[in-house]
């Protein structure tokens, strides 16, 4: 198994521009997250997902959109990027919420200049 | 409001001691309480979980104790290694499906 995988790893986006932040599970778990670390904080809930065709807003929302088409696929979009969106973005996954283990993928570091 | 907090000072102590670092919350009432460990430029990789029943939960060098009347959990890493240096999370059950995480404590632990 691969786990959980993002792409890219790295990325420099101009102010206003758009991307996709891809994410993927081969567990077969209904759970999956994005977060956003800052220097020196914690993990910040953007977005996450119960299963294929719902999601919910987490603790910071503003500014990114997400789609769970498919049970394996998660992935982030960031429209009209931000300098304040600058960080590390991780998806994780779980089998059944937060009384479970969260399994993260490698991270995205995203700079928008 | 609700608040997680884990010690921002970064901890250093010597090889062989054991490592105590803790995790304070208010206005959370959790059912369950983790502990992550993250190394640089990496994912957060789970440890342990205990529940709020559980005073406290052992694997191996780690133990973690949770205290829902002071509101506290202490994370033990015993016998430490240098190998053991990085930063610890302590995560909540927040009541939303999803876990709201602390700042992490980092442990530096000298040869």
């Known amino acids: 198994n691969a786990g959980v995988t993002q792409t890219p790893k790295f990325r420099i986006l101009k102010i206003g521009q758009s991307m996709t932040l891809q994410c993927a599970q081969d567990?077969?778990?209904?759970?999956m997250y994005w977060y956003r670390q800052d220097p020196g904080m914690g993990l910040k809930l953007i977005y996450y997902?119960?299963?294929?065709?719902?999601?919910d807003k987490g603790e910071v929302p503003n500014g990114y959109n997400v789609s769970r088409s498919t049970t394996e696929d998660f992935p982030l979009r960031l429209e009209l990027a931000a300098p304040s969106q600058t960080s590390v973005y991780f998806c994780?996954?779980?089998?059944?919420?937060?009384?479970?283990?969260?399994?993260f993928g490698p991270g995205t570091r995203l700079l928008v200049l | 409001s609700q608040k997680i907090e884990q010690n921002s000072e970064a901890l250093n102590i010597q090889e062989g001691k054991t490592a105590t670092l803790t995790c304070n919350y208010t206005?959370?009432?959790?059912?369950?309480l983790q502990w992550y460990r993250q190394d640089p430029g990496r994912g957060p990789v789970f440890l342990l979980l205990?529940?709020?029943?559980?005073k406290e939960k052992r694997k191996e060098r780690l133990k973690v104790t949770f205290d829902t009347t002071l509101k506290q959990s202490l994370f033990h890493i015993t016998a430490s290694q240098p190998a053991d240096s990085a930063t610890y999370l302590c995560?909540?059950?927040?009541?939303?499906?999803?876990?709201?995480f602390g700042s992490g404590t980092r442990l530096q632990v000298q040869p």
């Open positions: 567990m077969n778990h209904n759970y």
């Open positions: 205990i529940r709020e029943n559980e």
């Open positions: 994780a996954s779980s089998d059944s919420g937060s009384k479970e283990t969260q399994y």
């Open positions: 206005n959370y009432s959790p059912a369950y």
């Open positions: 995560a909540l059950d927040s009541g939303r499906r999803a876990l709201t």
């Open positions: 997902s119960v299963g294929a065709g719902i999601t």
